[in-house]
């Protein structure tokens, strides 16, 4: 039925998890983000934050990150909090290379911690030789891991006396990046940024704290330690004009917003709900300098239906939420899949199902956004892989709800949505955004030409095309007049009940869908050697430390590639790589795991319980995974996580043999 | 030959002597006395008998979802302002599943002019009971009689902030058409509730038994000294419901619409503006923010 | 990771389609209906009316069927209306035999017809040989077939003379079935009956005007009609006790509500949506006599929590709607999955997508209730295939709700749940009804004992058990207190974010599906020689037609059985026959379509557009179909159509070969 | 050592400071002084900061989801009135995305305690405006200034029906305890809108905000005229919101609860009632419909 997706490259595995002390093949380079990137690795250093919440653990990641990357490195940040103001655990990890960082580093090298429960709670994640920075009056564990470097420095003491002890966040984050070796007026300046619209007193604490705490580790404390920032080229600075050589720091949603509003989206109706507040946080804040409306609406079902409304006028609009607010979206989806009216949904998951996991992070909104609403209707799927991809898919969304006038839903998660990397400037390209508007007729034509206007059913708003789609008329067209139904209808948008009309229209609207795959839609994407006999079947975030996950096997000997979809529905398995076509079982795993050229060992990775892509993908190809490795306990998978996932699974299979299904 | 421009071809398929005629003639009349070409309105709907409406009024229009019009019809507006909006929907729209749109969309002050077709009654799903049936009334779902207080939709709307409120009457579309053109004037939200006899599904509340109760705020002897800027004595009318129904402006002020004070519609209608107004200077320096 | 379904049964093809001169076979014996049923059919005549909506087409219909059953006929009665109070055409198609009917009659043989359009309409479907019954005044098309035989009558002139127009319809209705030798008097008292609340002169006028449109055909008329009812067994008067022998004649939605009444539902919260709304207007109805809380509510959100707060408290409660209905429900499936709270949601599914067409059938949502909310949660779905089945699943979904403490999502569509069968009364057996609770401990408990209560977190609602099952109290039980939340939680039910319980509880919930599957899942039933090349996979209400087809295609040469499946979700592919297990497909289709034992030809049959089922089937077995037959115009599926489509669908694959998916 | 039966073993995470501590401990007096006991109260909530509630009482509870509590406790108590059946939620649950239940649930005049933890923000999410923020605010989604006119919730109540309309202060909890007794021995819904400072992102009604404006109907020289049965005196308070703010008992009157006229519960809770109740007999009753 489906017609062939567009051909498939296959990409060098980027960003490839390397131990210090290891040298990084050329293998390793970054091929998704910007080519202005270094294509070595010389060090990379990850470092944990962690109090209780309410303690400014966030912020003071934050900062690290902008520090970072003000002096030239790359960056990664990632939140770790819980659904509460206060009270409760929070972490803040921060990786720093010279070479791109898209993932969290999993072991840490650095915990610097507030509380003892953070402290406990963190230690198992900390690498051989890694430090625990903490106040004096913590007291670790008695039977410690001997290979641990305890730090013990005064926060509490330095924060008091830098104002107060709500400044013992900077503090910590003083003494660690005096431990890997970063400057300290970097570090400075970016806390004076960051509090600068904050009275005098509070700058002068924090950036004092910080100072005194860095001073405290600098010298002897931190001698010899193994886990230290190298050198890196200045980065150029940044000038006001595009394309430019600097780096930016940003997250996914931000990205993504970008995004959008390049590509033309003026309107948001959305309702405030972690992950995806920020989206509308976003909007609002740039509604007078860019002209965008808005809306704080009522409740989700509002949201979509008012931008379904902005839509039909003839805006790009959009609507943002996570899981419980698709859920309330569903009847809308199928309305705008009923009338064509294109409708961008971002869903910025989370931990599931219901209230769930409302700040942690998961992949389990695909088989909602898959088919969200009853009866069958055309609606697309796509979840991009990266921050740089959340870009794209800010304008790519509404070239395809415009081309193919239908839903379309854009799944990030909490991770790619709210994690901070850094990014080449020119990665974020304003040049290179597209903008299709399809068949789109115009909308609001200001000479009110009443010869223009057409009598009644003389526009076809639904004419029978070879495509399905139909000439798009926006509201106030003065040649377009029509109504559109949510019942079944004619040509000329007037209801019907007609047998035949009815599945004229049926096979249209879904003959949308097969010109999409054959135009613009993408198969799945191959990182790393396409002959690598372990396929690592991933969607969404996971794709960075899938990466990297498969450089560490094959360093290993475990050859192993990562087959990413960011086109989730429709797909199709014509003209996809051997892998999606039903790519053959292996009878057993051969012990080096490798196998004859495309067959092989299939692994989904995802973060849900029942491997929802996995599901899709054999609904489509007819092939199931070999086994999965899946998390869902709302913390994002790490390199290492998926590394040990796929050996166990290749044992556990050589083992037990092939599972039957 | 049509006899205005928004005539359809479509033919309405309502019941004979069904209020939804005089609804959709008073509606046609409203445009035409306000000079409207049919490319300038949009009238959307929800799901019942008389949302079919759109279908044959040869304007913009967009029957959507139960309960939805009032959302659909604020993303119309705020995309363009320069477009009549009209959301038209039943008391099971309005009242019933959507009533939240209505209270948030009225405190909002949306320039929508919003009727209710209110015949007491599901109509398209065959006769249960609305938020609007009185209480005791036996329906296919209140076999035993209505046991809620009905719903009294003038009063919620006032509550809720809405600076237009009127009442009009199926059977009277000249007098329709005027609350229709009025509150097509006001800038802001304005509710009409407009009594529709439903012939086949509400025994009770028929032509008749409207005939017997309406009156017109502006004919009656009490009324005359009803100040439509009063709140309080809005609230009574609106309340009143029995023996004696009220018909006319039952309250308007004057308040500054929703869309007017947003800085999003200073450079005018989206759809006017293309699709890379921010340019690229303007888009490096949204860059800026995160260097 | 699903354990093995219960095993399957192969039962013998129900129902065939006989033409009126084929003698049947002992093989086309109904075996899904009630044994008493005669075991071969002699007549089966089917007849359609037709006339303008408004002018009492269904009434003529369902008098008929009643009249036919008092007789002892067993009838079918099948509505087709628009979505609109007056306007349009309507019909009404019945079915005698003097075995059971549990599908339309395709072609019919008379048709008797209130406008010139439904004549027009509907003449395609008429048999060779068949009779159209019309006014004089209704001119038949020029060109009418030659075979046809036109029966004019003074339709309004009867009705006219009997007391108005509106009595057309019984006068349309009396010639019809005096054309096929019914007789008058069992007529006129079904006549009384309908009309007995309306007033003495409207049942005389609609009495007189059948008997004297009757009396006009009964002679000369209806001479050598070949299509005629023939003797019955007088059907054993019904006594007031059960079982009884007698027959009765009701719909799916009817039997539905009956299961579930039988099963102790006393709780229903739903809001009006055509096809379902029946089922809470019969709870209304009988929330006197039999103690029923019935709750119009504001919205579909609503109507699903209410439902929710009186499963908490220990009532079996459910909900009621159609696909839009469903799509508002996602959200509280997700919460009551979370919160493992026992909920039945009845979907009586129309055409779609969105308003789509609301008045008429289809089985389109089934890919919503699959996964009807984000998050990875535990349900069910269920979908009966016959009115005796929804009787069934009126009391087992409560059960399943119940034993498995989650959403039972229970499919229905406008076709089973309003059209009329007519069953042995003692099909729907209080005595055969099991109630079954599952692991609940009780809710009310009147003596308010203080000691008994248990302190903060002594009671575990979430006690992580084998089967994933937690022994469950309801609210108000003094030893059970406990507040559960639709976020994360511990045993004890209070909220938690740690990873480990997190991985617990998704796990605990998710097992009860595995539990599920071994224990009370049912696998899909084959109709028909299980050894047959072509499997017809079937569910919900196109199997009765199904079993007809495959009659017809076996005794055309073609050896076809159906698979049946009323359990939907979760599936497994463990343990289910070899169609199920990816049927090895066949290289070429043979001329005479057999192949080795089990394999074959695997053939979709939906009403739907996407084969909905069979994208599920292919996501749990891997086997794709070869080809599919789907209907989506809205109107049920005949035999004749399925016969035709596997036929053509068969023809197709030998010219082009077997297709790539 | 609890020192109510309804302490629970949750160490509630609400900000130090937070108005949601005086909510809870005033729910648990009226509840003591009720005589309640924890098997006899379900507390549904919605989710929110405050809506976390029911996880720091021992006594059944549902945190639901977000704007659903009232739906959630409606089902509870028709399956058990013997139930005392007590929503809390905050402003955004209640008069946001859950509003056209209050309406409903007023209208229908379910026997349920209402209890809003109105900080006038949205805080779980941090800082949004909500549908009570007053308008000029500016939050994250309200950067130019909230343009909205705010949701007089009493008045919306009272508009809707509600029989029994109060408000209270969460730093006052033994007045807000006396308040919540009332509410929960009023038969029928009652709405109890309770102030509630939220420390971390409502910066402008803070606690000294509300010191300044609330006052007691009962102490105040007007409000000792204020008769609590007169509707048009009560939509007065109701509205009254700025420099003085009302608190107390706003309206009450008599109205008969939605289950006391229910069919289905006159063989008492159901579920004290075998499943099998309806007896074979019954069953054949019901299939002599369809002969
Ligand atoms: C979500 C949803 N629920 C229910 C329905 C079924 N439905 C269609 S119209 C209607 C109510 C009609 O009543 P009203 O709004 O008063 O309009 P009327 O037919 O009386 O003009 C309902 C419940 C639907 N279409 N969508
Ligand atoms: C359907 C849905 N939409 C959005 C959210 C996100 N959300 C959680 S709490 C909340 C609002 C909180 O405000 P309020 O109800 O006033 O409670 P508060 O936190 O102020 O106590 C929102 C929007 C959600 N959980 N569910
Ligand atoms: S059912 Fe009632 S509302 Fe609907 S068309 Fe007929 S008269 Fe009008
Ligand atoms: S954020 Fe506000 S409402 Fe939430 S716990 Fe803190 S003070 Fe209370
Ligand atoms: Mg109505
Ligand atoms: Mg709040």
């Known amino acids: 039925m489906h017609t062939p997706h567009t051909s498939q490259a296959s990409h060098a595995l980027p960003n490839s998890h390397t131990p210090a002390s290891h040298v990084p093949e050329p293998d390793d380079s970054m091929s998704f983000e910007c080519g202005a990137c270094p294509p070595v690795r010389r060090f990379d250093v990850s470092m944990s934050i962690g109090g209780d919440a309410g303690q400014g653990v966030e912020s003071a990641g934050s900062i690290a990150c902008r520090a970072l990357v003000r002096a030239g490195h790359f960056a990664f940040g990632m939140a770790d909090y819980r659904s509460r103001i206060r009270g409760g655990t929070n972490f803040y990890q921060v990786r720093a290379s010279d070479a791109p960082v898209l993932c969290h580093g999993d072991p840490v090298h650095v915990i610097a911690t507030l509380t003892r429960d953070a402290a406990l709670t963190q230690l198992g994640n900390l690498a051989r030789g890694g430090a625990l920075v903490c106040d004096e009056s913590i007291s670790p564990e008695d039977n410690l891991r001997p290979d641990i470097r305890v730090l013990t420095v005064p926060i509490i003491k330095i924060a008091e006396n830098a104002g107060g002890k709500a400044s013992m966040n900077m503090a910590a984050l003083g003494a660690a990046m005096g431990l890997i070796g970063f400057s300290i007026d970097t570090l400075c300046s970016a806390i004076e940024q960051r509090f600068a619209r904050k009275a005098e007193s509070v700058v002068h604490s924090n950036v004092q704290a910080a100072r005194e705490a860095h001073e405290y580790v600098s010298g002897r404390l931190a001698a010899g330690f193994p886990f230290r920032l190298g050198p890196v080229a200045p980065p150029s600075p940044s000038p006001p004009s595009s394309p430019s050589p600097g780096r930016i720091l940003l997250s996914g949603n931000e990205a993504f917003c970008l995004g959008a509003a390049a590509g033309g989206c003026r309107f948001i109706a959305a309702y405030p709900m972690t992950p995806a507040t920020t989206i509308l946080e976003w909007m609002a804040a740039h509604a007078g300098d860019l002209g965008i409306v808005a809306v704080h609406a009522e409740d989700e079902i509002a949201a979509a239906c008012m931008a379904v409304g902005a839509s039909l006028t003839g805006a790009r609009a959009m609507t943002s939420t996570s899981g419980g607010g698709l859920c309330l979206m569903t009847e809308v989806c199928g309305m705008a899949g009923m009338t064509e009216v294109p409708l961008v949904v971002v869903d910025v998951q989370r931990g599931g199902p219901s209230t769930g996991l409302p700040t942690r992070t998961e992949q389990s909104d695909l088989l909602l956004a898959f088919h969200p609403s009853h009866g069958d209707f055309p609606h697309i799927v796509i979840a991009p892989g990266t921050v740089q991809q959340c870009f794209e898919a800010g304008y790519r969304a509404f070239n395809l709800a415009d081309q193919y006038q239908c839903p379309v839903i854009v799944l990030l998660d909490s991770h790619v949505g709210g994690s901070l990397v850094t990014l080449g400037r020119s990665c974020l390209n304003w040049n290179a955004v597209a903008r299709d508007r399809g068949e789109y007729l115009g909308g609001h034509i200001t000479e009110a030409d009443a010869d223009a206007e057409t009598a009644d059913g003389a526009y076809l708003r639904y004419a029978i095309t070879e495509s399905g789609i139909s000439p798009r008329a926006g509201f106030g067209h003065p040649g377009g007049v029509h109504a559109p139904s949510t019942d079944e209808h004619e040509e000329d948008a007037h209801i019907t009940e007609e047998s035949g009309v009815r599945v004229e229209m049926m096979r249209k609207r879904m003959r949308k869908m097969e010109t999409a795959l054959a135009n613009d839609l993408r198969g799945p994407t191959t990182y790393g050697d396409a002959s690598a006999n372990v396929t690592l079947l991933v969607w969404g975030s996971t794709l960075p430390a899938a990466c990297e996950a498969a450089a560490i096997l094959s360093a290993d000997g475990i050859r192993a590639k990562v087959l990413h979809y960011t086109d989730l529905w429709p797909i199709s398995d014509k003209g996809a790589p051997l892998t999606l076509r039903a790519m053959p079982k292996p009878q057993a795993l051969m012990d080096d795991s490798t196998g004859p050229d495309g067959s092989g060992v299939l692994v989904a990775v995802e973060q849900n319980y029942s491997g929802q892509m996995s599901l899709i993908h054999r609904m489509v190809t007819g092939r199931a995974p070999d086994f999965a490795v899946l998390k869902y306990d709302g913390r994002q998978i790490s390199p290492r996580e998926i590394a040990d996932g796929v050996r166990e699974g290749l044992h556990r299979s050589r083992k037990e043999g092939v599972p039957d299904a | ?291």
Not at chain 2, 47 to 56: N, R, T
């Open chain 2, 1 to 291: 030959m049509p006899d205005t421009p928004f005539d359809s071809k479509q033919r309405p398929v309502w019941c004979p002597g069904c209020g939804d005629y005089g609804i959709m003639a008073a509606l046609k009349q409203a445009f035409m006395s306000l000079d409207l070409k049919p490319h300038q309105v949009v009238i959307v709907s929800g799901i019942g008998c008389g949302s079919k409406l759109p279908d044959y009024v040869h304007a913009y229009g967009y029957m959507s979802i139960h309960g939805r019009p009032l959302a659909v019809a604020t993303g119309v507006k705020l995309a363009n302002p320069e477009l009549t909006v009209v959301a038209v929907d039943g008391d099971g729209d309005a009242y019933g599943i959507g009533g939240n749109h209505l209270i948030h969309t009225a405190r909002r002050n949306m320039d929508i002019t919003h009727i209710v077709q209110n015949n007491q009654v599901y109509a398209l799903t065959k006769g249960q009971f609305s938020p609007t049936t009185d209480t005791g009334a036996r329906t296919s779902t209140s076999p035993f009689g209505v046991i809620e207080a009905p719903i009294m939709p003038l009063a919620l709307a006032l509550a809720a902030g809405a600076a237009f409120v009127a009442r009009g009457v199926a059977f009277d579309p000249k007098g329709t058409a005027g609350l229709m053109t009025e509150a097509i004037r006001h800038p802001g939200y304005a509710l009409l509730d407009v009594l529709q006899p439903c012939v086949s599904f509400n025994k009770i509340n028929t032509y008749e038994w409207y005939r017997q109760r309406v009156y017109k705020v502006s004919d009656d002897q009490r009324a005359n000294s009803h100040d439509s800027g009063d709140f309080y004595a809005a609230m009574k009318l609106a309340r009143e419901w029995g023996d004696r129904i009220p018909l006319g402006v039952i309250y308007r002020r004057t308040r500054e619409p929703y869309h007017s004070a947003l800085p999003g519609l200073a450079r005018g209608p989206l759809p006017a503006r293309p699709l890379d107004d921010i340019g690229a200077d303007g888009f490096e320096r949204l860059l800026d923010e995160y260097v």
